[in-house]
């Protein structure tokens, strides 16, 4: 199963190698890492997406804890967020396919960032479920490159 972890983390240099770190020594497989500064310039948040049981997560979330440099974790896995993925995808076209594939980015709600004769890329923000299914849709037109960010989530406001 996939645990999302929010940890906020000072905001110095070595801190994302001592806690990925801790998941290396410990053969625990990170799905995805982001890592970017708050509101608080002094603080970084770390959105971890962990695969484990509840035992892994429990373990991974008691090691962080212990890191001098861990200010909090929460597991966002059960709770109510909003998560997203950014991805950018360079798919091959040509006169034929160029419209179709145009047309595809449309119904994901995609934008196209950049176009030249044999290719575009396409900026695609969402869950994951939702880069996947994109990619597989384009897949059969030439998939050339993909890049993402890995998830980032922030718990919903109260209603």
């Known amino acids: ?20 770190g801790l998941f290396a020594r410990r053969a625990y497989n990170i799905e995805s ?9 002094d603080i970084s ?4 997406v962990v695969d484990g049981d509840d035992q892994v997560l429990e373990q991974v979330t008691k090691q962080l804890h212990k890191l001098v440099v861990v200010h ?8 109510a967020v909003v998560n997203r993925e950014l991805a950018l995808v360079r798919v091959k ?6 419209l ?13 960032v950049d176009m030249g004769r044999s290719s575009v890329i396409v900026e695609l923000t969402g869950d994951g479920e939702k880069i996947d299914a994109f990619v597989r849709t384009v897949r059969p037109y030439g998939l050339m490159e993909l890049v993402r960010t890995g998830k980032i989530a922030i718990l919903r406001s109260e209603s």
Not at 33 to 41: F, I, N
Not at 72 to 79: A, F, G, P, R, W
Not at 100 to 112: A, K, N, P, S
């Open 1 to 20: 199963m996939l645990h999302t972890l929010a940890v906020l983390v000072e905001n110095h240099p070595g801190v994302l190698t001592r806690v990925s």
């Open 33 to 41: 890492l982001s890592v970017c500064r708050t509101e608080d310039p």
């Open 45 to 48: 948040r770390m959105t971890i």
């Open 72 to 79: 909090k974790v929460v597991d966002l896995t059960s709770e």
């Open 93 to 98: 076209v040509n006169a034929d396919s160029r």
């Open 100 to 112: 179709e594939v145009l047309q595809t980015v449309d119904v994901f709600r995609g934008q196209v």
